[in-house]
């Protein structure tokens, strides 16, 4: 895929959870908007609050289970999964894939597919604290600052080429639940603006920029 693209792209978000960055992506890119509208939204979670966002926004949305690595030795939810996904990504022609909180990790074949063309947004500065419950890694470090990293997705977990990263401070008395909450507010302007960089071509898959 060349960007810029000559129409509108067409997003695709998949989420496991509430859908707060779901939630901005839409409203930054309704239906008919001109850079980028969301085509549809995948969640591994049936009862996912991002599932009830995407349908007040008139959005199709599909619901397909993935289980995890322990439950699924031999990988085959993972391709099931990722074969309904495909599927659907083709008939909505889907040129952008946006993670928002999706909590499973593909297979190297999904990823390289998609490379380039598949976003992911973590709560901290990478390469630090990648992996779960990076709000707590931080306060544990002790370190003064964090925050958040839009970045392409690559085999590992959270280490593709970075895009953006926006800073907050980490302050005495943070709980994770503050430190996160400081964050997230970062991450909804974090997201848009990292997905209007590559879609205007200004930064690709094999330079990154940070
Ligand atoms: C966000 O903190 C995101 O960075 C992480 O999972 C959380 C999802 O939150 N990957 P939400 O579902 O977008 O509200």
Redesign the pocket.
Known sequence: MDLPLERPANLAVF?S??????DTILRTFPAASELASVKMVMSDVAKA??LAKAEAHAVATYHHPFPSRKRDSHGQGRVAFERAAQARLEQHHIDLIC????MRLFSPEFNRTWQGRML????SLLPEFPGLHPQRQALEAGVSESG?TVHFVDAGVDTGPMILQRRVPVLPNDTEEIL?AR??EQ?HLAYPEAIRKVLRGEVRYAEGVL
């Open positions: 989420a959870g509430r859908g707060s960055n779901l609050g991002a993670l928002a909180g999706f992911n947004i973590h709560p958040c996160a964050i997230l991450e």
